[in-house]
């Protein structure tokens, strides 16, 4: 089937508004990722989920951002009161445990004027 | 802590052969995975190690030495298509991966 999508693929947000970014994992992963990319940077871990379990969510910058996997399928991530330093990529992945190999949807590239 | 280090940038010629290293310190291993990233795409899978050796696929050979916390990556017969990001990339304990900088290769013609 498909592989990871992800929506908006842009998004333009002023400074304290809120967003909400979405990632339609691969059917059937129980493994789920967030991650964040700033320019010319590699990927850094944000949240990870398995299934609808929030396992790990150390890498979440501050109390305004939120994930949730609400019936371990669909995910979003929630950031709050947006600021110029959370302008970057926003990547999911998905696995089918969480020890292999991960699929990345294309991204969300967020950019907060 | 934790890190990962590899250069920010080589060049290579087309059909030439390049490697790309990584070194590591993390808490916890489960596997060294490298992937690839073109400008402005998602990271795609290119290689998975979690034994010491060296793992053969195509033009793409990738190297791990644990006890020296030490990987690289080979690429044989260069194409302009293989300029981009490499992210070398280490699954510590609990799933969560660490991700170095990445090198940016220029392949020239």
């Known amino acids: 089937g498909a592989g990871v999508s992800q929506s908006p693929r842009y998004k333009v947000a002023k400074r304290g508004q809120d967003v909400a970014l979405r990632c339609d994992p691969i059917?059937?992963?129980?493994?789920l990722f967030w991650y964040q990319q700033a320019l010319g940077q590699g990927p850094e871990f944000l949240t990870y989920?398995?299934?609808?379990?929030?396992?790990?969510k150390s890498g979440l910058p501050s109390d305004r951002f939120f994930a949730e996997r609400p019936e371990g399928s669909v995910s979003t991530l929630k950031i709050q009161r947006t600021q110029q330093e959370d302008s970057a990529v926003y990547l999911c992945?998905?696995?089918?445990?969480?020890?292999?190999?991960?699929?990345f949807g294309p991204g969300t590239r967020l950019l907060v004027l | 802590g934790q890190n990962i280090d590899q250069p920010t940038e080589m060049t290579a010629t087309e059909g030439a052969i390049v490697q790309i290293n990584c070194t590591y310190q993390?808490?916890?291993?489960?596997?060294l995975f490298w992937y690839q990233q073109h400008a402005g795409e998602a990271p795609t899978f290119l290689s998975y190690?979690?034994?010491?050796g060296l793992e053969e696929k195509g033009r793409f050979s990738s190297f791990l030495s644990r006890s020296k916390g030490y990987s690289y990556l080979l690429l044989k017969e260069l194409q302009m298509k293989d300029s981009a990001s490499y992210l070398c990339?280490?699954?510590?304990?609990?799933?969560?991966?660490?991700f170095g900088a990445g090198t940016r290769l220029f392949v020239k013609a």
């Open positions: 992945a998905s696995s089918p445990r969480g020890l292999e190999t991960q699929y």
């Open positions: 059917s059937g992963h129980v493994s």
């Open positions: 989920f398995q299934n609808e379990a929030q396992l790990d």
């Open positions: 993390t808490s916890g291993f489960n596997g």
């Open positions: 190690n979690v034994l010491d």
């Open positions: 990339a280490v699954l510590t304990w609990g799933f969560k991966t660490i």
